[in-house]
């Protein structure tokens, strides 16, 4: 079983049906994808999608910055950074809709000009939130972070629209980093949103639940990684 146990939520769910909605979810257990960090998931979430969908993209920034506002010390917080590439839109509405200045992250140095990995006009000392549309195990994340910190900034705080809270490990991943993960829907959400609305086959469905009972052993039994 997974060492990791999230609960569903009020925002979790309306995030899991706007998600639902606008077709960024896939399941598919029969043919497993292969995530960036080489585990097999038959589970697979697109909020690059959400671009495209104005309603569910305004809703979820709502969501988000409500969020922020709530688990943060806003006032206090300089920037909003994205992480290239998927994190720069989220960040962009984000730095709207809290009326922050805005950077974001290069995943490694341009090469010419500048050289600069972060863009965007950062004193000494800022207080940035990392922004990004999702996280799987954490580790994506430790490159931005790190590179926000080499430049100057204090980075306490990550948010993401969609936390895949299945591989353990991940927590401590992000309490090594020093940062608190703020994000607003797992799977543990979509699967409730998606039994509940009848999104997909009881079939898949079932595979879904074994993949969140122990991600793991399913990863390594489809072919993918076998350990943290």
Same mark, same amino acid.
């Given at each position: ?36 960090? %080489? ?17 569910? *993209? ?23 950074? %994205? %992480? ?8 962009s509405w984000l730095s709207e809709a809290l009326s922050k200045p805005m950077l974001y992250v290069r995943k490694k140095p341009k090469g010419f000009g500048r050289g600069a990995q972060i863009e ?18 954490g580790g994506s994340k430790v490159n931005f972070v790190n590179a926000l910190r080499e430049a100057g900034a204090t980075v306490e705080d990550i948010f993401v629209v969609f936390f895949y809270g ?42 879904? *639940? ?19």
């Amino acid at each position: 079983m997974s060492d990791t146990t999230i609960q569903t939520s009020a925002r979790g769910m309306e995030t899991a049906r706007l998600l639902l909605d606008i077709k960024a979810v896939n399941f598919r257990p029969q043919e497993p994808y292969m995530l960036t960090a %080489g585990w097999a998931s038959p589970v697979y979430i697109d909020c690059r999608w959400v671009i495209s969908f104005l309603d569910a *993209r305004r809703r979820i920034i709502e969501m988000g910055a409500e969020m922020l506002s709530e688990d943060t010390d806003m006032a206090s917080v300089d920037f909003m950074a %994205g %992480g290239e590439t998927a994190g720069i839109p989220y960040s962009s509405w984000l730095s709207e809709a809290l009326s922050k200045p805005m950077l974001y992250v290069r995943k490694k140095p341009k090469g010419f000009g500048r050289g600069a990995q972060i863009e965007g006009s950062m004193p000494e000392g800022a207080k940035v939130i990392l922004v990004e549309d999702l996280a799987t195990d954490g580790g994506s994340k430790v490159n931005f972070v790190n590179a926000l910190r080499e430049a100057g900034a204090t980075v306490e705080d990550i948010f993401v629209v969609f936390f895949y809270g299945a591989f353990p490990g991940a927590e401590e991943t992000f309490a090594n980093m020093g940062v608190k993960l703020h994000y607003l829907a797992t799977w543990q959400d979509v699967l409730a949103e998606a039994t509940r609305g009848g999104d997909f086959p009881q079939e898949s469905l079932d595979g879904v *639940r074994a993949f969140l009972d122990d991600p793991i052993k399913w990863s390594a039994d489809h072919g993918g990684r076998d350990k943290l």
